[in-house]
């Protein structure tokens, strides 16, 4: 039986925890030896995690990693990385009322039917508590990546019908983190803003699109047929709580053209290959081809409002329910940084696959 916590080939990352367990945690496997731990940058990618607008969870912990193996003076041994982190501000007792009710779009029932439990407090397994795991191995990932030259940036592109005019041009740093919204365009930004006060006031919820780039991505990572680059990492972003689809370069937009006009037509550029466009968003055949790498996911909206809403309770009746509670009106810009997370994971994976092939490695 495959328990699905495990995930990667050369690279492996296992998460554990709940909710309102004791902590949430990983294991990173196969990190190679000698790679001292950016601790700016894991602070910083937390940060990133991190609920501090008015939009966001009142939900605030500290996310201190604590590293229990793997690691000597902060630099990596090529054994297991292991680490966890404490859950500090659980409150269970915030759902005692909804224990025995399927509440709408949570995993209550699904796990329900696999499991045989009620309920569980926040989510359980579910909740996207678990993602802050993942942004600590993604972090260290990225800093392996940043090594090579390669770097990821993710960014709000849209929050419901408010969007950039601009989205899939690569953005800095410090202009997305600075942003509430995680949006680098401040007149889309300041349009967001509004729009998620008057969700937030609703006391109802809304999705997002998040824009990732890669660049410095060298041609000739992925795998052919079922370990396709975009394959891969659609699998990985897919497994983020509340991502409900990706698509790269063009994407769906792409159906509206023309081959001749879809086709990305290498050109020799001082005695390199280039391509005149980008529509592929840097994977061809599943394989990178040298350009950025671009790639958007949508994240539905948060399946917690403080709305009158039905459902039924485990013996079928059914129930009305207000969701009570610490809930985002929109979840995406947290969740900006959690794609970058499991896209640098991705990433160091296939660089790693890809350097089996050198036959001076």
């Not at 604590?66 to 297991?80: A, D, R």
């Not at 680490?83 to 007792?93: L, V």
């Not at 899939?168 to 942003?179: H, I, M």
């Not at 409002?305 to 509670?325: F, M, N, P």
Request: aromatic letters at 8%.
């Amino acid at each position: 039986m495959a328990a699905g916590n495990t995930f990667g080939t050369l690279v492996k990352l296992t998460l554990f925890g709940e909710s309102h367990g004791d902590s949430v945690g990983g294991v990173l496997d196969g990190f190679p030896a000698g790679y001292t731990v950016n601790e700016s940058l894991l602070k910083t990618m937390l940060q990133q995690r991190f609920p501090s607008a008015s939009f966001e969870t009142a939900r605030r912990e500290e996310d201190a990693v604590e590293f229990l193996s793997g690691l000597k003076n902060k630099t990596t041994l090529g054994s297991p990385i292991a680490f966890r982190i404490r859950n500090t501000n659980a409150r269970p007792g915030d759902y005692e009322s909804l224990k025995n009710i399927f509440r709408p779009g949570h995993a209550d029932f699904v796990y329900h039917e696999k499991y045989g439990l009620e309920p569980q407090s926040g989510g359980g397994r579910a909740s996207g508590r678990e993602t802050a795991a993942r942004v600590v191995a993604g972090a260290l990932a990225l800093g392996f990546l940043r090594e090579k030259g390669i770097d990821i940036i993710s960014y709000i592109s849209a929050i419901g019908s408010e969007k950039m005019i601009d989205a899939g041009d690569w953005k800095e740093e410090s202009a997305v983190f600075n942003s509430p919204v995680r949006c680098p365009d401040h007149e889309a930004e300041s349009r967001m803003q509004q729009y998620l006060k008057q969700i937030s006031n609703a006391k109802d919820s809304i999705g997002g699109c998040v824009t990732t780039l890669v660049r410095g991505l060298p041609a000739g990572l992925g795998e052919p047929v079922f370990g396709k680059l975009n394959a891969v990492l659609a699998q990985a972003i897919m497994s983020i709580p509340g991502a409900k689809g990706v698509d790269f370069g063009e994407g769906f937009a792409g159906l509206h053209l023309k081959g001749s006009e879809y086709n990305d037509v290498p050109v020799m550029n001082n005695g390199k290959v280039q391509f005149e466009s980008n529509h592929s968003g840097g994977v061809q055949a599943g394989i990178s081809n040298g350009n950025i790498l671009l790639m958007k996911t949508a994240f539905r909206p948060a399946s917690s409002v403080g709305t009158a809403q039905h459902s039924i309770d485990t013996e079928g009746h059914r129930v009305d329910l207000k969701i009570s509670g610490r809930h985002d009106a929109c979840f995406a810009p947290r969740a900006s940084i959690v794609v970058t997370a499991m896209t640098a994971i991705v990433l160091m994976d296939a660089w790693l696959q890809f350097k089996s092939y050198d036959r001076e490695f």
